[in-house]
């Protein structure tokens, strides 16, 4: 495909509704893998928009980012730590993938950093809503929270998010399959993400978690469908996140939840 070709297909794939908050790198990526299977302009576009709905548009069902730039905009500077929880869970409630994790997000979080110890930095890839839990984290604010993710919106509500909060932070709008973010930090989150990419980029899971420069890695995969049917899904994913684990040459300690399962990946 030509550049100028290529130019087209970004262009028409920016002017539709659903996909101009995606980040260049994103449909660049999709623009390419769509002109590897076809010629002509009109059904790269076509096959484009449908890898995009794949890797990112089924998962804005009923969910307007819109929703949570209000919410944050509605908190003061520094605000009062109840007023901060309360817009928080109600921002975490907007999308299933973080409202389902909810009614055990402290208990993981504190699971998770008493094994890892309490991070100064943290890095947050295709991060969605998920740094909201910031208050649930248990954390201090003197922490460093780097976050990614391929959605505009998401990621100016997350930076003016902790902007009122006061944390130090960065906000990438960028894409883990194209560059990892260069941030050394204590520990890495990239959940609910792996079957995503996956399904994007054959071995893509491994590539990407090799690249992140953090002693710890927290991956986490669905335990049930959003109809809350198991399907096998834990032990289907406790085999590749096995795999995965294998050929990158690290430990993986699980930590299971009704609908979600982490994984703690410590590098030696």
Not at 34 to 45: E, L, Q, S, Y
Not at 117 to 136: E, Q, S, W, Y
């Amino acid at each position: 495909m030509s550049e100028d070709q290529l130019r087209e297909v970004v262009s028409a794939l920016r002017e539709s509704r659903k996909y101009r908050f995606v980040c260049e790198d994103t449909l660049r990526r999709i623009a390419g893998w769509a002109a590897a299977r076809h010629t002509r302009t009109k059904d790269i576009v076509k096959a484009a928009k449908r890898k995009l709905h794949q890797a990112y548009g089924a998962y804005l069902e009923g969910f307007d980012p819109a929703e949570v730039r209000e919410l944050v905009d509605g908190l003061p500077s520094d605000p009062p730590a109840d007023a901060l929880r309360e817009t928080c869970l109600t921002i975490l409630g907007r999308h299933a993938s973080t409202r389902e994790r909810m009614a055990f997000m402290e208990q993981a979080y504190a699971e998770v950093f008493r094994r890892t110890g309490r991070p100064k930095v943290i890095l947050d890839l295709a991060c969605g809503l998920n740094p909201f839990a910031f208050p649930r984290m248990g954390v201090s604010k003197s922490v460093r929270y780097h976050a990614c993710d391929i959605d505009s919106r998401i990621m100016l509500a997350v930076d003016a998010f902790f902007v009122r909060v006061g944390v130090d932070h960065d906000a990438v709008w960028g894409d883990v399959l194209v560059s990892a973010p260069e941030v050394d930090a204590d520990v890495a989150f990239l959940l609910k993400t792996v079957p995503c990419l996956e399904r994007q980029e054959k071995s893509a899971a491994v590539r990407v978690l090799r690249e992140i420069r953090a002693r710890h890695v927290v991956v986490s995969f669905p335990a049930q469908s959003l109809g809350g049917r198991d399907k096998g899904m834990h032990e289907h994913y406790a085999k590749e996140m096995k795999e995965i684990a294998d050929e990158l040459g690290v430990s993986a300690d699980e930590l299971a939840y009704p609908s979600e399962t982490f994984y703690l990946l410590t590098k030696t």
